[in-house]
Each structure stands twice: as C-alpha cells, then as structure tokens.
C-alpha cells in the first residue's frame, strides 16, 4: 500500500491515525484521537473530530463534518454538505459533551448530498439516504429514504440500483437476488 497522502493546507492533529493509501484533501481538520481507515477520501473542507472512526473505502465529499459520535464503517459514501448531529437538543449556553450520542452508519451505505443524520440512528448496510432527506429514525438495511423527515419509499441493491418495490426480486445491474427478511430484505444470493 501507499502512504497517506495529506494536502498541504490540510491539518492532521497528533494523535490522529490514517490507514495507507487515505488522501486527506485540501482544508482539512483531522483531530487527534480520529481513526480513518485504509483508500479513505476526505474532499475540500472536511473536519473529522476527536473519537471518530472510519472504516475502509470510505468517501467524504466536500464540507462534511463528521462528529465525535459518528462512525462509518467500511464503504460508506457521504455526500456534499450532508450534516450529522451529535446531541439532540444542544444549548449554546449549557455544556452537552457527556450527552453526544451513537450515530452508526453501517457498510455500504450511502448519503446523498444536504441530507441531515440525526443523532442516535443507525443506517442499516446498503442503505441509501436521498438527497435532501432528514433522516431521525433508524433505517433498515438496503432500504431507500427520501423527504423531510425521511420516509422509506424503496429498496436498493448492494450495487446502488433501485429494486422493485416489494424488495423481492433480481437486481437487473449485477443480478444480486433479494427477499423480504430481517428489518426489511435480506439478500440471496448475487455477484
């Protein structure tokens, strides 16, 4: 593997880890205690804060800020200028840090741009956030949610293609298979 590869206007705090072959573009902040894993890309104006953890192959569009709370895990893609939250009622005038809560994206998944995770869910594998979407609920795996607060409104393959509506089917793209199951689909069998 290759060394990380970090923009000379970007900052990257003492104690931050960044796995081999992770570019870390311009105008970043990386803050010590960060874990950001191995083929990971922060775009223009990411900040990653202390106590946050990455996974693999992980993409990060431009003016994201990824909170202490947060994690991603391995190949999930974040949209430009989606926004997560780590408290849910935070006051400038009174302290909250003891109360940042657990926001779990899990593998795979996808958040479309100017969408807003709320604190405390968790986005099942596979799933894909629409841009635009409010998302305070938890989200099942493959599902599709979309609007203000965010609604599952379909289902996705592990490729990124829409399923029929059902969930149950063959993905035309990559010829994965789907069947209802678990919080919502479960998939079968596919390439």
């Known amino acids: 593997m290759t060394a990380p590869f970090i923009h000379e206007s970007a900052y990257v705090d003492a104690g931050a880890q960044i796995g081999d072959g992770t570019k870390v573009w311009h105008f970043c902040h990386v803050m010590p205690?960060?874990?950001i894993g191995e083929r990971c890309s922060l775009g223009q104006n990411v900040v990653v804060m202390n106590g946050v953890r990455l996974g693999n192959n992980v993409k990060v569009q431009n003016n994201v800020s990824i909170y202490e709370g947060v994690v991603l895990e391995d190949d999930v893609f974040c949209g430009p200028s989606m926004v997560f939250t780590n408290v849910g009622n935070p006051r400038s005038h009174v302290s909250r840090r003891t109360e940042y809560e657990v926001t779990r994206v899990r593998r795979?998944?996808?958040i479309g741009a100017n969408a807003t995770i709320v604190c405390g869910v968790t986005l099942g594998e596979y799933a894909f956030v629409g841009a635009g979407s409010v998302v305070t609920k938890d989200v099942a795996p493959f599902a599709l949610v979309?609007?203000?607060p965010a609604k599952?409104?379909?289902?996705?393959c592990q490729c990124g293609e829409r399923l029929p509506d059902?969930?149950?089917?063959?993905c035309a793209r990559c010829g994965s298979s789907y069947r209802p199951g678990g919080e919502g689909i479960i998939r079968t069998a596919g390439a």
């Open 146 to 148: 979309t609007g203000v």
């Open 33 to 35: 205690g960060a874990v």
């Open 166 to 170: 059902s969930g149950e089917g063959t």
């Open 152 to 156: 599952r409104t379909g289902w996705m």
């Open 108 to 110: 795979g998944t996808t």
